[in-house]
């Protein structure tokens, strides 16, 4: 057996591995099991923690086109996604659980050939537009950052990568940090530090 320890800010959780390094038990889930031999999970025994969380859980429902892409999901939140003529995202409208995605309070518009993002919230009625500098939101290793609202703010950001792509870190044009960010063992996004304090992810989604 094989323990392993993941820690954030916030909690500490615990996997457990077999000889053929599948996990056995994770302290937040439960224990997991398999069919034969194989690394197919058959079924997991769920610690009290988590039974709660899914059963108080809305279930996810997921709508999707013609083209296998999906249209609209529904859970705590419900996000709807708009389509341009190749398929390549247009739009998407989340914030609220309205059927009008008209009337949640963000929406963010796409460039068809990914160099460019503007989102819009309708609560502080401020506009963001996100220019890619040098490629798309996965392999740009810059952002033009404006912000428009009561007043304009705007400046160049740089994007730091791991070998996947996924965005580590970013700072500004004097190198100062504005944002890091964590990824645990599966890709998930973790914590987010901005200016020493845990937060969304502030400057780009990807």
């Known amino acids: 057996m094989l323990e392993a320890n993941c820690r954030n800010n916030t909690d500490s959780r615990s996997h457990t591995y077999d000889a053929a390094g599948r996990i056995t038990n994770n302290s937040s889930m439960g224990d997991y099991a398999y069919i034969g031999s194989g690394y197919q999970l058959a079924n997991i025994a769920l610690t009290g923690t988590a039974d709660a969380l899914y059963k108080n859980k809305p279930p996810q429902t997921i709508t999707y086109n013609a083209f296998k892409s999906p249209v609209e999901i529904v859970d705590e939140d419900r996000i709807s996604f708009l389509?341009?003529?190749s398929q390549g995202r247009a739009a998407m409208f989340w914030g609220g659980t309205q059927a009008?995605?008209?009337q949640r309070r963000y929406?963010?518009?796409y460039a068809a050939d990914?160099?460019?993002e503007i989102s819009f919230d309708a609560l502080s009625n401020t506009t963001?537009?996100?220019?890619?500098?040098g490629g798309d939101a996965y392999g740009a290793p810059a952002i033009w950052h404006s912000e428009q609202g009561s007043a304009t703010t705007e400046q160049y950001?740089?994007?730091?990568?791991?070998?996947?792509?996924?965005?580590l870190a970013i700072t500004d044009?004097?190198?100062a940090?504005?944002?890091?960010r964590i990824f645990d063992a599966w890709g998930r996004g973790g914590k987010t530090h901005r200016c020493h304090r845990q937060r969304s992810f502030k400057f780009c989604d990807s």
């Open 83 to 85: 389509y341009n003529a």
């Open 114 to 116: 990914g160099s460019m």
């Open 100 to 102: 009008d995605k008209l």
């Open 173 to 175: 044009s004097a190198g």
């Open 177 to 180: 940090i504005k944002e890091k």
């Open 157 to 167: 950001f740089y994007l730091f990568r791991d070998y996947l792509g996924s965005i």
């Open 128 to 133: 963001t537009f996100v220019t890619y500098m």
């Open 107 to 109: 929406r963010r518009f």
